[in-house]
């Protein structure tokens, strides 16, 4: 089977979509009810879509083509509060964040769709331990060679998108110590990981017909990367983020990686190189364990420092664009984020030990995630 | 020779007499025995095989009603495990969700006054006396808390039918006791001509419920914030303040219905944190439960199932049928399909503790009254003690709620 031809896209338009939890409203745990959330939200007109995802205690939603973050802001805003508004006549709880802090994954059931019951099948407990919950962002590409080294020159930053992103640091009831705890359980499958270095849509090819020559794989979908492409869309697709907990965030992430695709691809700050990669699982663990206080090694130059270190100087390469992209709320967000509480696990961290419970936790997500003041949990 | 040694031995009489305790350990056994049984071997939840060792004990002459009234002690038992099962129950139910959603309140009425309605005219319309008829459909307003609390735990069910029986439970429990006390008030005027107690009796007891409810419920979130009701010991304070409440509910001749679920909804309604507590409050809790079930399942008399079954087999024909039209009806305006209406219909079917705490007080206040009901009465409880969980189970699956573990496992052999 042969690759689809690489579709033509707007360069650095942007899409986001996001995998949120479905929790019932009386001790927070997840509970099955995207069917019910379907059918009550066929009332309601979003811009984008809302989806069944591979259990029936996740859904998952996405916005149209968007050109920069107001527009994503904008109608993420709309899908949420049709989603919410559905969910309370449910009385169903949407929350974001990468893992359920205590949920079992044993008890999860799966969504009746073909190809959820054929992963299930083939990757029996890993599908379940799947139980996780992530943003991707498609980045558009003016052709599948940009998108390959846009790809690769995005790599260099996907430590600081875990750290920033970071939302998952508890799992069936334990502080697992990571701030991105779901990542562990993405890198368990057999073809994630990073693309493999190559420069031209041709050498992609080549590579995709040698995958499907060994029966490993018959299609995109089989690769779980970090940034893969996805030629359906002509874009590239980044695919390490947590859900964030709200949708400030998540617009602001996008519009993060809409600014580094900016850079990359005008000022092609730094030349790609297959050996840029020697460190990027090293930095990759660094920081799903100690977010943005992880190690950073510089892939040209061998320097260690700190992701937030690093992060600083990106941010301030990115200015230009992100006047050109009209970003700049996105970025004064992320900065803010980042001398606040650094990400949303952090935080998560902070009312676990105000609380003392899990579930106290959850319910507070829902109501960020609902944008509603958190409330006083007397 | 014998009998010098049980003497010696210094026992208390020869041949050893059992006391009541150990009548009472060893059905407790039997029915956990049998319990374990139907759930393993059957695959029907684990209080069908407690309500068969009641109805077992009834047929041996030892069921609650055998001396025609309801037996004090047991009485207590029933109150006591009812008592928990309500106030958990009612610490599930959101009015939040009410205010959101208007068309689930709709609901919620309509099966109850469907209920009542056709209940009553159905039974007219069969020969019954109008008095008789319509305390037939008061009695009969509530579902079975007990059975539907306990049935929905034991399945591990989720979704929005489970979430629903659990909510329309507690509220036609609530208007089941308030249209109870009315009947009491008219019975009142109606015998005694009494218009003091027709009116004020009902409001004292509402109000006076109330009040205790809620402060139950506020030591209740006291405790809790000091506590973490995960832990063994402080569940058994909370067990222990549910069943303080409920003896204040009774000397002060409040509902002992009302008190707990109230609690229990006031408690989930004032604080936003929720409450974890470890289902019918552990194992001492759990012992109740099993003891109502089998106090419940006694509640027949033969006498009383040749005179009344068929009539009691017609009422929860209506009953199904009325509920069933009210919330397929309701079904698409409050956010379910036909499909769960109907299997929401099935799991609000059961009758048991309930109506047999609110006859036995018709009993006590009306027994010429309550003499007529009682055949119809005592064969709906014995028709539905071994139907009703079944029928909440079959609504379960039917909604595709059921048990998760099963839903593996059959997908396993798929």
Redesign the interface.
């Given at each position: 089977m042969s690759l689809e031809p690489f579709a033509i896209s707007k360069p650095l338009t942007m899409g986001v979509e996001l995998e949120l939890q479905i929790v019932n409203r009386h001790d927070y745990d997840l509970m099955p009810g995207s069917k019910d959330l379907l059918r009550v939200m066929k009332g309601e007109t979003v811009p984008g879509d809302v989806t069944p995802e591979i259990t029936d205690s996740m859904i998952e939603l996405c916005t149209n083509v968007c050109t920069n973050y107001e527009q994503v802001l904008e109608q993420l805003t709309v899908t949420r509060d049709a989603l919410v508004r559905s969910a309370d006549r449910l009385n169903l709880g949407l929350s974001g964040g990468g893992t359920h802090p205590y949920q079992h994954w044993s008890k999860q059931r799966i969504f009746d769709k073909p190809r959820f019951q054929e992963i299930s099948s083939l990757y029996g407990y890993l599908s379940k331990q799947f139980t996780v919950f992530g943003q991707h962002v498609h980045i558009g590409c003016e052709g599948p060679d940009h998108a390959l080294r846009l790809l690769h020159g995005l790599s260099r930053f996907i430590p600081h998108l875990i750290a920033l992103s970071a939302s998952s640091p508890y799992v069936q009831g334990n502080d697992t110590g990571f701030h991105s705890a779901r990542l562990n359980s993405v890198f368990a499958f057999p073809l994630s990981g990073r693309a493999p270095f190559v420069l031209t849509w041709d050498d992609f090819l080549v590579f995709f017909e040698k995958m499907t020559h060994t029966g490993v794989v018959k299609s995109m979908k089989d690769f779980y990367w970090d940034i893969r492409p996805k030629p359906e869309y002509g874009t590239i697709e980044v695919r390490v983020l947590d859900t964030p907990l709200t949708i400030e965030k998540a617009s602001a992430l996008a519009a993060l990686i809409q600014c580094l695709a900016r850079w990359i691809s005008h000022d092609k700050p730094f030349a790609l190189h297959e050996d840029d990669y020697l460190p990027y699982t090293f930095n990759r663990f660094q920081a799903c364990r100690f977010g943005l206080e992880g190690t950073f090694v510089d892939p040209k130059s061998g320097e260690h420092r700190s992701l937030r270190e690093d992060l600083n100087v990106t941010l301030h390469a990115l200015e230009p664009h992100a006047v050109a992209l009209k970003a700049e709320p996105a970025l004064r967000y992320v900065r803010e984020e980042m001398r606040w509480q650094g990400n949303d696990a952090t935080w998560a961290r902070g009312v676990v030990e105000k609380e003392q419970l899990l579930n106290e936790l959850v319910r507070q997500q829902c109501e960020r995630w609902a944008g509603r003041p958190v409330g006083t949990a007397r | 020779m014998m009998n010098d040694f049980a003497n010696f031995l210094q026992f208390s009489s020869w041949p050893p007499r059992p006391d009541w305790l150990f009548w009472a350990s060893l059905t407790m056994v039997a029915a956990g025995v049998l319990g374990e049984f139907v759930n393993r071997r059957l695959g029907l939840p684990r209080v069908v095989g407690y309500s068969v060792v009641g109805m077992v004990l009834a047929a041996l002459g030892h069921g609650i009603f055998a001396n025609g009234a309801l037996d004090a002690r047991l009485r207590l038992v029933v109150d006591l495990a009812l008592a928990l099962l309500l106030f958990e129950m009612g610490s599930?139910v959101?009015l939040?969700?009410l205010r959101?959603?208007k068309a689930l309140l709709g609901a919620s009425a309509a099966e109850a006054v469907a209920s009542f309605g056709i209940v009553g005219v159905g039974l007219m319309l069969l020969g019954v006396a109008p008095l008789i008829a319509f305390s037939c459909a008061v009695l009969t307003m509530a579902s079975s808390a007990a059975v539907v609390g306990r049935v929905g735990a034991e399945l591990?069910a989720?979704?929005?039918v489970s979430?629903r029986m659990l909510?329309l439970t507690s509220l036609n429990t609530i208007y089941g006791v308030l249209a109870h006390k009315l009947l009491l008030g008219w019975l009142a005027l109606d015998q005694k001509g009494d218009w003091l107690e027709a009116v004020a009796q009902p409001l004292y007891a509402f109000i006076g419920s109330i009040i205790v409810a809620a402060l139950l419920a506020r030591l209740t979130?006291n405790l809790m914030?000091r506590l973490?009701l995960r832990n063994e010991n402080s569940v058994l304070m909370l067990l222990g303040l549910v069943l303080v409440a409920l003896s204040v509910a009774r000397v002060l001749n409040l509902s002992t219905l009302l008190v707990p679920l109230l609690a229990g909804m006031i408690l989930r309604n004032t604080?936003?944190?929720?409450?974890?507590w470890p289902r019918h409050f552990g194992t001492a809790g759990g012992v109740l439960v099993l003891m109502l079930f089998v106090a419940v399942g006694s509640a027949w008399t033969l006498d009383a199932l040749a005179m009344g079954a068929v009539l009691a087999l017609a009422l929860l024909l209506l009953r199904l049928v009325a509920k069933a039209l009210a919330l397929t009806g309701m079904a698409r305006l409050?956010?379910?399909?036909a499909r769960q209406g109907i299997a929401l219909a099935v799991c609000l079917s059961p009758v048991s503790g309930t109506m047999l705490v609110l006859f036995s007080e018709v009993q006590l206040h009306h027994p010429q009254v309550a003499a007529t009901l009682a055949p119809v009465i005592l064969s709906t409880i014995a028709l539905m003690e071994l139907v009703g969980p079944i029928a909440v189970q079959w609504g379960l699956r039917l909604a595709g709620?059921h048990h998760?573990?099963t839903?593996?496992k059959e997908?396993a052999k798929k």
């Open positions: - | 599930r959101n939040r969700w959101n959603n591990r989720a979704g929005q979430e909510a979130a914030r973490d604080t936003e944190r929720p409450w974890v409050s956010g379910i399909d709620e998760p573990e839903t593996v997908a």
